[in-house]
């Protein structure tokens, strides 16, 4: 145990444990009116990120490479939560994405995300599989493709898109000939504007949703519906903007303790502007810093990694990682629509707290049985 301490990735470790208490000072501020926090959101997510760090410190010290033989049911097991939620999840506002457990609710998709990452992982590592063929290309957006779609289904757009980049990286890591995905990264280029044009000029016949619809339309043109569908990307940025260089003070931030920036998101997908706004420009990039060590040093361990398997897992991961990060505070500063991606240690939810810090306990795993 003193040998594996030794060798334990404490950089990593201790930024996590920086964002963690980060999250619960912002998420009190998020929750906070009148003198005090009126929801109790704090010390909830307070018991979420201790079980997270038991996830962590068990997923940690578990030889990861015993879990490559059952990939595949791990990838079952994620399909399978993903079409049972469609049918017995809760409904919230038309979506079925979460199961309700005595009061509790877990997100499935959440888990789903890390079953393709070790499935993929897992099946592009291995000797037997020829990454040059295009046949592994087509099986591998397949294997990603299945989730995705029923993600999608839920609906959640914003979570199913996180898996694009993750399959894209894991198939360059494997070795998969670049050329495919330079092509495959141009069609999808080329669908997005087309997207844009369908919406644009022929919005009705569109297949998506009318709240995915007008959230496209008002990333596009903000004074489209400023007191609708935009008033959360308007807010954001106001909030973003407005604390300057260092803020305006811990619990001092007007947008979001007057109630402009909605109550209900402020804790979750807004959370980064709380930071902006209390902190400014300094804090932001304190925690920009946090989140560039966090997913340098999963890179760290995936070029450290004693087996394909390993490197893969860990790379997987760190994308992921740097996908909700890059989407969530895009989104908040108005370079992205708006999506429901969470940012990772920092927005209030359970499932998301736990389901992260056990994908980067498995990347502490391989760090700890890397190649000297």
């Known amino acids: 145990m003193n040998r594996s301490l030794l060798r334990f990735d404490w950089v990593m470790f ?17 929750d906070y009116r009148n003198d005090h926090a009126v929801g109790g959101l704090m010390g909830r997510q307070l018991v979420w990120a201790l079980i997270g760090l038991g996830c962590y410190s068990a ?23 993903l079409v049972l939620v469609l049918f017995i999840g809760m409904s919230v506002y038309g979506a079925h994405r979460w199961f309700s457990f005595g009061g509790i609710t877990v997100q499935p998709s ?19 599989t020829d990454v040059e063929r295009f046949k592994t290309f087509m099986l591998a957006f397949v294997l990603a493709g299945v989730p995705f779609l029923l993600i999608a289904m839920e609906p959640d757009l914003g979570s199913a898109m996180v898996l694009l980049p993750i399959v894209v990286l894991l198939l360059f890591c494997a070795g998969v000939p670049l050329r495919p995905l330079l092509i495959l990264m141009g069609l999808g280029v080329v669908a997005l504007l087309l997207l844009i044009i369908w919406l644009l000029f022929f919005p009705d016949s569109c297949p998506l ?62 959370i980064y502007s709380v930071v902006a706004e209390e902190t400014g420009f300094a804090g932001s990039s304190l925690l920009l810093v946090l989140y560039t060590t966090v997913v340098v040093r999963c890179m ?69 049985r890397r190649r000297i």
């Open 14 to 30: 201790s930024a996590i444990a920086v964002l963690l208490v980060l999250s619960g000072l912002f998420i009190y501020s998020a």
């Open 59 to 81: 997923a940690a010290f578990l030889d990861y490479r015993k879990l490559n033989s059952a990939h595949w049911w791990i990838y079952l097991a994620g399909l399978f939560s």
């Open 110 to 128: 959440e888990f789903a995300k890390l079953a393709v990452i070790f499935t993929l992982a897992s099946w592009l590592g291995d000797p037997a």
């Open 209 to 270: 949703e009318d709240y995915q619809k007008s959230r496209i339309l008002v990333y596009l043109n903000i004074h489209q519906d400023p007191l609708g569908a935009g008033w959360n990307k308007l807010q954001s940025q106001i909030a973003v903007g407005s604390g300057g260089w260092f803020g305006k003070g811990y619990l001092k931030g007007t947008q979001n303790i007057l109630g402009f920036l909605p109550r209900t998101v402020a804790p979750t997908d807004f």
């Open 300 to 368: 760290s361990a995936a070029v450290q990694a004693r087996d394909t398997f390993g490197r893969l897992l860990a790379a997987g991961i760190g994308v992921l990682i740097f996908s909700h990060v890059f989407v969530n505070i895009a989104m908040t500063i108005g370079l992205m629509p708006i999506t429901g991606v969470p940012l990772p240690l920092m927005s209030y939810g359970g499932t998301f707290m736990v389901s992260t810090m056990t994908a980067l306990g498995l990347v502490q795993s391989v760090y700890l």
